[in-house]
């Protein structure tokens, strides 16, 4: 039986070509992030950037203007100006006459989507409150505005219900609060955790009470929108107490370690009783919210009726999708609906509230909203400005007008042809909760006025707790859909209304900081959906290290292809942090397992501008990102890497995706798409998740899961119950039962680790299986596909090679048996397809002889000043194991000259393959005057017809990486001297025994092969 994804409506569309797959167009080329970097920008170097990049391959290219260090002999050409806009227009002209097409990121920096022209008013905003208790009679009082950023604030609403929370006893005790000397207010007993004073190491809380006070507890909310890695339970925060009768002497009294943030946090300290409190604070910068002295028998006043409500409602980071839940406090009592008093008529101008409540005690609940404050990063003080409204439609129109519109009407003649498309990165601008339109996009949506349910979104309960629970969402909903709207279907809408694709990575919308958005659907709206993964470096070397996955990468912009029709799926590639440290050997691996997730187009990170030639060799500010560009040394040798990968984008760029089983990702905001791939999918199955939009299409897979984490509404059962009439096979999980199927997996192997990751795609009539060994060693195994009645063929994207399996046979189940040996982290691509195959068989080697008694001679091509002499050599070793220190250290090219006979016991009339042995990082490579292929990792086998029984000469230009010299500059100067660099290297470390093997290190051997 063979199970497929849905296939397009004519199967013979796409077919693969054994020709094109050997020299792919360059239609299939990888793409790059093009960083301009620190304004140093030269119209030179753009043109030696693209003449580099086409001579690798590269097809599209983004422009990406960013911060960082200023290089002196460059002049600056400062974003957005007539010179950076001249320099745009200049790339555009080389571009266009190499067929390179450029796209150009809609803002400074790489998040998200902001600048200068954005005011606060199109700003994305926030919504802020305050509460002022009062009694009830007549009210006559001027309303605390809430906290705000900016000078901007905007008043929606002014409520009044019953108090739930006692008044306040150390804020009615306080007669003044001092910052740095000056009188802050009420802000830190104002019961609202948005409302801060910003603290610094060693700044002071000076409190002046009405009387001397008992004090044993120290209560504290440290509020920290911005958390993004750290465990906030696990963050300390050092208060040291002090105590004063007359404010002038203080006596020390006792220090406390808090711990924790966005929470209030209690800590016992030694009694004392004093009038005047001052509180020193020892830790990094940070926002403090809320400060109570309380007695032995008094608790504070601070209290959450609904406990992290901040993180339910997209104020701060969390870290946990159990943050998202709804959860109440046991003895929170709620605000009858009927009880909540609108008297936002009766607020005037000036702040002043006069009205008429009955007797009892009330909150005053002062309702707005502010913008958030968040810029665009990281980009140059000339680009920098507020994030724009991603709720809003006409701010989003007014900010891609303001610069993309621009350069569209500049270049008007590339448009289309070299100036292709628009990116905006991935979400990187917090949260955003509030917009001006916000109340009535609520209101149609879900029917009824979102109003009287303001209280909700500032921690109370609102009728009952269930009310509240569907408010909140009812709220994210509104959120989900503004953003969507309002933002990345907007954006596609004025791309394409301006003759551009829209690019885009919507990635994320679960932990971490951001909005609730449905990702499946947002991805929608791009013409490339893109993701991104790393090349995750040792901590040790800070080297590139490839950890065996036991599950596929997964993200929403690879899930969502499935059911868009969209064959590409880009990613930004390659990111780390190992700067001057990584080649494509190192890196590759992680390339493989992405190809394997479902990504199909590499966006190298990154080539970043390189105004000059040489030193100083420009980076990302951060020391992340890849070096991929013409000053490090084998990025001009690497066409061979770069051909290998426009090879498997060749292939899986074509067909459809087979999967055997849909997880519904649920009807909560947000989503989780981690759930449907914890291992809980047997081995050899492929999954994919979908969403609400989609479930009509579940019913072309063989079986769709409902997991337990998954929350499924009434429409939502409706609908899955039609699908189960339509034949569509449901499997509800359940808790700590494994799953099985009643159809054989896609593909087994007879290894009992993980040491085979795969992609499968159905190609026309074809069934092609692209599988990656992520072992460091060689691996023969036995494989089961689930294929029957086919003539398999194996497609090597490394040479380009095409020939027929060995020992195939069938299973007697369905599957095809088919024995495969898989060199160290090798590729292959297993073809299936109807008609016996024409090509020859596959070699196999039948014995190897190492090359011995050959001549040989280094040249070297440092790419610092300072020539080094020819070297006569008679064995090969890594440069950095040579005495001298200008070759152990060396960076740039060396050239090899080789002469050998024939080694003896081989048949010259067979077929014979070099073997390079080890080698780093990249080479070109001439045999008797004809090049062979480029090498770019260990092991490299070419098979070759022009070798001679005596006399032969084997040239190989290998460029290295640029680390051993730095580590040797580092160690034996204490400073970079050959190869300075802008970019921080504290990371690197001194001494050579953090050298890497560098050059060609062999050994060399002549393989024999035969079919």
């Known amino acids: ?101 450029i796209g150009v990121h809609n803002c400074a920096g790489w998040s998200t989507s902001g600048g200068p022209w954005i005011t606060p008013e199109k700003s994305n ?111 300390g925060h050092r208060f040291i107490l002090y105590s004063s009768d007359d404010g002038q002497r203080y006596t020390r009294e006792d220090e406390v370690l808090s711990m924790g943030v966005n929470k209030l946090v209690t800590d016992e300290v030694k009694p004392f009783r004093h009038r005047f409190v001052r509180i020193i604070y020892e830790g990094p910068p940070v926002n403090l919210a809320e400060v109570e002295l309380c007695g032995p028998d008094a608790d504070p006043a601070y209290r959450e009726d609904i406990p992290g409500f901040l993180q339910r409602l997209y104020h701060v980071t969390v870290r946990k999708m159990s943050d998202f839940q709804t959860r109440f406090s046991e003895t929170a009592v709620p605000v009858p609906e009927e009880e909540i008093r609108d008297l936002t008529p009766f607020l005037s101008e000036d702040g002043k509230l006069r009205a008429e409540l009955p007797e009892g005690e009330w909150c005053i609940l002062r309702f707005g909203y502010t913008t958030t404050g968040v810029t665009n990063a990281p980009a140059t003080d000339a680009g920098r400005g507020l994030e724009s409204d991603k709720m809003d439609g006409e701010a989003t129109a007014f900010h891609f007008d303001r610069f993309v519109g621009k350069l569209v009407r500049e270049a008007s003649p590339y448009v289309g042809r070299a100036f292709s498309f628009v990116l905006t990165d991935s979400w990187e601008c917090l949260y955003t909760g509030w917009t001006a339109g916000f109340p009535a996009s609520f209101h149609q949506q879900h029917g009824y006025d979102i109003r009287p349910w303001l209280p909700a979104l500032c921690g109370e309960i609102v009728g009952d707790r269930d009310k509240t629970t569907r408010f909140f969402e009812d709220y994210s909903a509104t959120i989900a859909d503004l953003v969507d709207r309002n933002y990345y279907r907007k954006m596609m809408e004025l791309a394409h209304q301006a003759g551009l694709e829209f690019h885009s990575e919507p990635v994320y919308g679960d932990i971490g900081p951001y909005p609730p958005l449905d990702i499946l659907q947002a991805n929608a709206w791009c013409d490339l959906p893109m993701f991104e993964f790393w090349a995750n470096v040792s901590e040790e070397s800070k080297t590139p290290q490839y950890k065996t996955g036991k599950t596929l990468w997964s993200g929403f912009p690879i899930e969502s292809s499935l059911f868009t029709g969209k064959k590409v799926v880009g990613s930004e ?58 000053n490090n040394p084998w990025y001009n040798l690497a066409k061979g890497w770069f051909d290998y990968q426009a090879r498997v984008q060749y292939v899986l760029q074509k067909g459809d995706r087979v999967t055997d089983v849909l997880y519904y990702v649920g009807d909560q905001l947000p989503q989780d798409i981690n759930f449907a791939f914890r291992l809980r999918v047997p081995k050899g199955y492929r999954p994919n998740i979908v969403n609400y939009g989609y479930l009509d299409q579940a019913v072309r897979y063989p079986v769709l899961v409902i997991p337990v984490e998954a929350v499924v509404g009434e429409e939502t ?163 950095s194991e040579f005495e001298s220190e200008p070759i152990r250290h060396f960076a740039g090219v060396v050239t090899y000259h080789l002469k050998f006979d024939l080694p003896e016991g081989l048949d010259a009339n067979a077929p014979l393959a070099i073997d390079f042995g080890k080698l780093s990082a990249a080479a070109e490579v001439m045999l008797n005057g004809a090049p062979l292929r480029p090498l770019w990792h260990d092991g490299s086998l070419v098979l070759t017809d022009r070798l001679r029984g005596t006399g032969n000469e084997l040239t190989v230009r290998v460029g290295t990486s640029l680390r051993n010299r730095m580590v040797g500059d580092l160690t034996l100067y204490g400073k970079l001297t050959h190869v300075p660099s802008p970019t921080a290297l504290s990371h690197l470390k001194k001494g050579d025994e953090w050298l890497l093997p560098s050059g060609l290190i062999g050994p060399v051997s002549i393989v024999q092969l035969a079919d």
């Open 717 to 879: 059962a409706r609908k899955l119950s039609a699908l189960e009439k339509r034949g569509l096979k449901v499997i509800r999980e359940k808790e700590g039962e494994p799953l099985s199927f009643d159809f054989l997996p896609d593909l087994q192997s007879e290894c009992e680790e993980d040491h085979f990751m795969y992609i499968h795609k159905t190609i026309g009539e074809d069934e092609v299986y692209f599988l990656f060994n992520q072992e460091p060693d060689t691996i023969s195994t036995r494989f089961l596909f689930r294929v029957e009645g086919k003539s398999a063929e194996i497609w090597d994207p490394e040479s380009g090679a095409v020939c027929s399996a060995r020992e195939q046979a069938p299973s007697g189940d369905g599957r095809t048996c088919l024995p495969l040996t898989f060199q160290p982290y090798q590729t292959k691509f297993v073809v299936f397809k109807r008609k016996a195959s024409a090509a020859p068989r596959e070699l196999v080697a039948v014995r190897a002889r190492e090359i011995s008694g050959w001549q040989g001679r280094m040249e070297f091509d440092p790419c610092y000043d300072g020539p080094l002499a020819p070297l006569d050599i008679t064995s090969l070793k890594s440069l």
């Open 1 to 101: 039986m063979l199970l497929s994804s849905c296939r397009g409506s004519d199967p013979g569309a796409e077919s693969l070509d054994p020709v094109l797959f050997a020299d792919p167009p360059r239609e299939f080329g990888v793409d790059t992030w093009w960083h301009w970097s620190g304004s140093n920008i030269s119209r030179e170097g753009i043109r030696k950037d693209l003449l580099a990049m086409h001579a690798n391959g590269i097809k599209r290219a983004t422009i990406l203007d960013v911060n960082g260090p200023r290089i002196s002999d460059v002049p600056a050409v400062e974003f957005d100006s007539p010179q950076w806009h001249e320099m745009f227009l200049s790339a555009l002209e080389v571009a266009d006459s190499l067929g390179i097409q």
């Open 125 to 235: 905003k926030t919504y802020v409150w305050s509460k002022t208790y009062v009694s009830g009679g007549t009210l006559d009082l001027t309303l605390p505005e809430p906290p705000s950023l900016m000078d901007y604030y905007e008043d929606y609403a002014i409520l009044a219900y019953p108090a739930r929370t006692p008044r306040n006893p150390f804020a009615e005790a306080l007669v003044r609060a001092g910052h740095g000397g000056k009188d802050i207010g009420r802000v830190l007993t104002d019961l609202n955790p948005k409302s801060v004073v910003r603290l610094s190491w060693g700044d002071r809380i000076d409190l002046e009470l009405d009387a001397p006070k008992a004090v044993s507890k120290l209560a504290t909310f440290i509020y920290n929108a911005e958390n993004n890695w750290s465990d906030v339970d696990h963050e």
């Open 573 to 630: 590639a390659y990111t780390g942090f190992a700067h001057f440290s990584d080649t494509p050997q190192s890196v590759a691996p992680f390339g493989n397992a992405a190809f394997c997730a479902g990504i199909n187009q590499m966006i190298m990170h990154s080539y970043v501008h390189q105004p000059l030639d040489g030193a100083p060799h420009l980076t990302l500010t951060g020391y992340f990102g890849g070096h991929y560009n013409r």
